[in-house]
């Protein structure tokens, strides 16, 4: 007979209709489906076995499955690794069993797809691999539709960061983008105990998720406060323009700065992976580049907004403290953000910066894997 190792159990892939491997399932010891990694096994072992017609219909989508399909978009450790606050930004998805699968309590509307270009763009690369499920094969259709489950997981992680992060302070108004051209984005910065620029503003550069839901909107704000010189919105768009390019736009991020463009003209996830790997000869998935444009690039934004406003906060507003760094020989700030405290030097910090330090432990251990 021939069988398969697949967890506590071995599965009869001799069984050819989705029918048999479900009496089969049917059959198997209760305790046996105690384990949700397992479940998730019989689950593929059965829609494996579906005829096209069976899945459209859904006429043998067991109880089991459902929860692996419906519900296990928000299984606790998968969301948890994917939220940049953790559990707070879990909403109301989970409850005190961290490893119960739950139906989500919100759902993806048309208005959300309508109001959240990033979804937008998810939902098409969707489409896009749906269609290249269904010519593929082997292992190929199987890592395809494990990405579809983790693309269909991925939508409400989108429409929670931007309700969560509308640019607004408390994080509330979802149609608080659309309103922004004329808009108030005075703000009043101060510097807090650990030596961090902190912004009240509206729009708020030193908070990346802000950074996030500004370049998500970036073609429908750039529209909207075109040539309206007397409008904050106009001049908050330039500095992000310039923020942009100081930090992307070298040879270390060249890769970056493409997807950046790549995905502010719209293209779609799937087609800009092909894109970079014609380019830069690196092939990435779909979901690094979405971590990519919606975490690393946002946050390596705001990590400049801050440097360099404390260049200019020490420099012309308060007199700050100054360090030459050996290796680099670039003058920066004596602070935590810059250098490490260093108790037996004679200023209290490392000759060395912090990046610098890095780069040089880096190479120390790329130097003994050769």
């Not at 990694?37 to 059965?46: H, R």
């Not at 499955?65 to 928000?74: C, D, F, G, L």
């Not at 100081?246 to 997807?259: E, G, I, M, V």
């Amino acid at each position: 007979m021939d069988q398969e190792t697949k967890g506590p159990v071995k599965l009869d892939y001799t069984l050819k209709t989705a029918k048999e491997r479900v009496e089969f399932v049917a059959q198997l010891p209760k305790e046996q489906l105690k384990s949700k990694k397992y479940i998730e096994i019989l689950a593929d072992y059965i829609i494996s076995a579906m005829t096209k017609e069976e899945k459209k219909n859904k006429e043998i989508l067991t109880d089991n499955r459902m929860v692996t399909i419906n519900k296990r978009e928000t299984s606790y450790q998968g969301l948890v690794s994917k939220f940049e606050n953790g559990e707070d930004g879990i909403y109301n998805l989970m409850i005190e069993d961290k490893n119960v699968l739950l139906t989500p309590k919100v759902s993806i509307t048309e208005k959300d797809i309508a109001e959240i270009p990033a979804l937008k763009t998810l939902r098409d690369s969707i489409e896009a691999v749906e269609k290249m499920v269904k010519v593929a094969t082997g292992k190929r259709k199987f890592l395809l539709k494990k990405q579809l489950i983790e693309m269909h997981q991925e939508q409400y992680i989108i429409k929670n960061t931007f309700k969560q992060t509308s640019l607004s302070p408390n994080g509330s108004g979802g149609n608080a983008v659309k309103n922004l051209t004329y808009a108030d984005l005075s703000e009043n910065i101060t510097i807090d105990e650990t030596g961090e620029p902190v912004s009240d503003g509206l729009v708020n550069f030193f908070n990346w998720n802000h950074i996030s839901a500004l370049l998500c909107n970036y073609s429908a704000l750039k529209e909207d406060c075109w040539g309206k010189f007397n409008s904050d919105m106009w001049y908050a768009m330039l500095d992000l323009d310039n923020l942009v390019e100081a930090t992307l736009n070298n040879d270390k991020y060249q890769l970056y700065y493409k997807l950046l463009i790549y995905k502010i003209d719209g293209k779609q996830n799937v087609e800009i992976q092909e894109l970079l790997e014609k380019e830069f000869g690196m092939t990435h998935s779909v979901e690094y580049l979405s971590s990519l444009w919606r975490n690393k690039i946002p946050k390596m934004i705001a990590e400049t907004a801050k440097e360099q406003y404390l260049d200019w906060h020490f420099t012309y507003k308060e007199k700050g403290k100054w360090k030459k760094c050996t290796r680099c020989g670039k003058t920066k700030l004596a602070t935590n953000r810059f250098f490490s405290k260093n108790s037996t030097s004679k200023d209290g910090w490392y000759s060395i910066c912090k990046q610098c330090r890095n780069e040089k432990s880096a190479e120390m251990r790329k130097n003994k894997t050769k």
